[in-house]
């Protein structure tokens, strides 16, 4: 059973357009979400998180969304940019969905 | 401010060997924890060591053990090598265990059983 879930395995956007990101929960005990960005032959990097006390928090151009009743976050960039291209995992409590691998066109 | 490192960064093994995996924590990281990331797929929790006593631990089986040193170094270590286990394993720390804690992770030693 795959707690954390990512449903779209990649998304592609032009640069400087809005790209949303989702993530779906099973365990109601996650009281903390990260996000990770992960760029090839590197380690996953730490980008944003949010609380459960929370529905929303804000970071520059990254904004994440919870949504707890729904057990829905999704992280929003914006405006996104060509380096944002990478794989992006949720995470609850060190279990990590399978990741979205997000393309910015120029 | 030193960084998570990992060695070796690739490995070659045969089915039923054994391998150990290092990794130097951050500079002032207490807790280590390690992922399987297997093609696709998202990273998956194998144990976390604090204070170089296991504190959590995966679906893995026993053949999956670890150590974390004074230094807060730890090693991964895999008996009996099957297919399955080629993957990257990842590395990462942080100076607390909660799970609210950000985990920084080092680049991962590419593992591939023949």
């Known amino acids: 059973d795959q707690q954390v879930k990512q449903n779209s395995p990649s998304l592609s956007v032009q640069e400087g357009r809005i790209s949303i990101l989702n993530c779906d929960y099973t365990n109601s005990m996650f009281d903390y979400f990260l996000w990770y960005k992960k760029y090839p032959a590197e380690g996953p990097t730490f980008l944003i998180s949010i609380s459960s006390i929370k529905d929303k928090n804000e970071d520059g151009r990254f904004t994440v969304f919870l949504n707890k009743s729904a057990k829905h976050l999704s992280l929003h960039i914006v405006p996104s940019q060509p380096g944002d291209s990478a794989v992006y995992f949720c995470?609850?409590?060190?279990?990590f969905g399978d990741g979205t691998t997000l393309t910015v066109k120029p | 401010e030193t960084g998570v490192t990992q060695s070796p960064t690739h490995l070659i093994k045969t089915r039923g060997q054994q391998v150990t995996l290092r990794c130097s924590s951050q500079?002032?990281?207490?807790?280590v924890s390690w992922y399987q990331q297997a093609l696709g797929q998202g990273p998956q929790f194998i144990f976390q060591?604090?204070?170089?006593?296991?504190?959590g631990r995966g679906n893995f089986p026993p053949r999956f053990s670890g150590l974390q040193f004074p230094n807060y170094s730890s090693e991964l270590n895999v008996n009996a090598l099957e297919l399955d286990d080629s993957a990257l394993y990842l590395c990462?720390?942080?100076?607390?265990?909660?799970?609210?804690?950000?985990?920084?992770f080092g680049p991962g030693t590419r593992l591939l059983v023949l």
């Open positions: 500079s002032g990281h207490n807790t």
């Open positions: 060591y604090y204070r170089e006593e296991e504190n």
């Open positions: 995470t609850g409590k060190s279990t």
């Open positions: 990462a720390s942080s100076l607390f265990r909660g799970a609210q804690e950000t985990q920084y």
